[in-house]
């Protein structure tokens, strides 16, 4: 049995996939895909940049693929992310001769991206994150160009949009730092708000970019607290754990101030120390312990990526990182060490 199988009746536990992952569907990825995860989310595939990268040209090939293979999984589907300021293509803000869209403009095209993706998946595609990143850690709107363009009101056209198009999915506003006190108070006020108008939103997504010993157990819980009784659904979104140094200061191992950075960021090359093993295995103990306990407002755990290997955590904050965030090791192997801190969790 495999991860899914400890939290079944709990929550699902998904995996993100890459565009790589969904082409080759190799068996070495298939097997522990297949034990393992009940629910999928696409690492880049649906994002705005990999599906319609120039204004007359689409590429559903692998965002197709990806929703094909979770069906033949019969397993749980998410669509990440319909509206971000990221990895959307410079078009979608601005004009050939690089003068910005004006109100009008950047709305149409973004209720039309939205229909366009999700009429394509309606009914097949449970889960949605409507809107990534909209706030700053200290609870303000992010000054992106949909806001600067929109105002606050793109969230609200966002998640209408979406609505009238699946009324029967899911639909989520996913963030980073949502346990930051000032960001979870900014987007509770804010999407409380937006319900209040009759605004369907059915949940808060918390990425769950997490270090070892930061943020703690109780800042985390503090904000659960706080979104469940606020009355939203939570969805874990995308669950790493970075134990490298890392210039914050904050991870598993310690920072030489009279060094640079770039010249100790990848200590641990050959392979993680047995020390670090141990507090990693215990950080997603200690982590699941708290999911478990809020387990009937949590519909999902979802780590960001199957093996190591393919972490985005390796190119993060700078690129040529080893790191050891996730439940698979370069091998697909499952890495037992931490499996078996989740199987004694659930025993007792
Ligand atoms: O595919 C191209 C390749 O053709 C090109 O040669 C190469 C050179 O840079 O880039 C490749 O694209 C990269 C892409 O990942 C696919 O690997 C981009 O540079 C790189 O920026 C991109 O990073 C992604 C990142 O979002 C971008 O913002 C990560 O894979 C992805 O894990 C990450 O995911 C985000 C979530 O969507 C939102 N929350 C935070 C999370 C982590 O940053």
Known sequence: ??????????????????GRDVQNQSQELMVPLRSNFNSLSPENLLKWQSIHPEPDRFNFDRADRYVEMGEGMDSHLVGHTLVWHKQTPDWVFQHKDGTGRSREELSFLMKSHIQMVMRRYKGRIDIWDVVNEAFTDDGQFRRSTWFNVLGED?????????????????????DYNVWKPKKTDGILSFVSRMREEGVEIHGIGMQCHLGLEYPTIGQLEEAIQKIVDRGFNISITELDI????????????????NFPYEAQYDPYQNGLPNELKEMLANRYRDIFKLFLKYKDHIDRVTFWGVRDQDSWLNNWPIPGRTAYPLFFDQDYRLKKYLFDKLLHLKKT
Do not use: C, M, W
Not at 154 to 174: C, M, R, V
Not at 244 to 249: A, Q, T, V
């Open 1 to 18: 049995s495999g991860i899914k199988d400890l939290f079944a009746g709990d929550f699902y536990i998904g995996t993100a996939l890459s």
């Open 154 to 174: 793109f969230i609200k056209l966002a998640f209408e949009a979406a609505h009238k198009i699946d009324p029967q999915a899911e639909l989520y506003y996913n």
């Open 242 to 257: 970075d134990v490298l140094p890392n210039p914050s200061g904050r991870q598993g191992a310690d920072i030489d101030a």
